[in-house]
């Protein structure tokens, strides 16, 4: 199983990022899939996931102005964000497992595979 994100760079406050996560050896479908980002010194925080049938949950800071994608024909997972913020600087990696209880969708200990990550810095 292979998760190779990109897509991340450096941005002014305001402006916009579409991450990518290209999936091999895994089937996207039927399963969990997550945006989780961490600065150093804090804990990995989910930003974002999406699960079958495309039901998809948000951070309280990623509301409104992050929205989670996939296409499963692709097998690649999107996270396209707007209207970004100075403290949405972070490595942002992609994640998948099977399946997660829907209450712990966002916490990182749940989920098997990972990406290696790709930085997004706001400035």
């Known amino acids: 199983v292979q998760l190779v994100e990109s897509g991340g760079g450096s941005v002014q406050a305001g402006g916009s990022l579409r991450l990518s996560c290209a999936v091999s050896g895994y089937k996207i479908s039927s399963s969990c899939m997550g945006w989780f980002r961490q600065t150093p010194g804090k804990e990995r925080e989910g930003v974002a996931t999406?699960?079958?049938?495309?039901?998809?949950t948000y951070t309280d800071s990623a509301k409104d102005r992050f929205s989670i994608s996939q296409d499963k024909g692709r097998s690649t997972l999107y996270l396209q964000m707007n209207s970004l913020k100075p403290e949405d600087t972070a490595m942002y990696y992609c994640a998948a497992n099977i399946f997660v209880d829907a209450p712990r969708l966002r916490v990182a200990a749940e989920y098997k595979y990972w990406g290696q990550g790709t930085q997004v810095t706001v400035s």
């Open positions: 999406i699960g079958d049938p495309g039901t998809t």
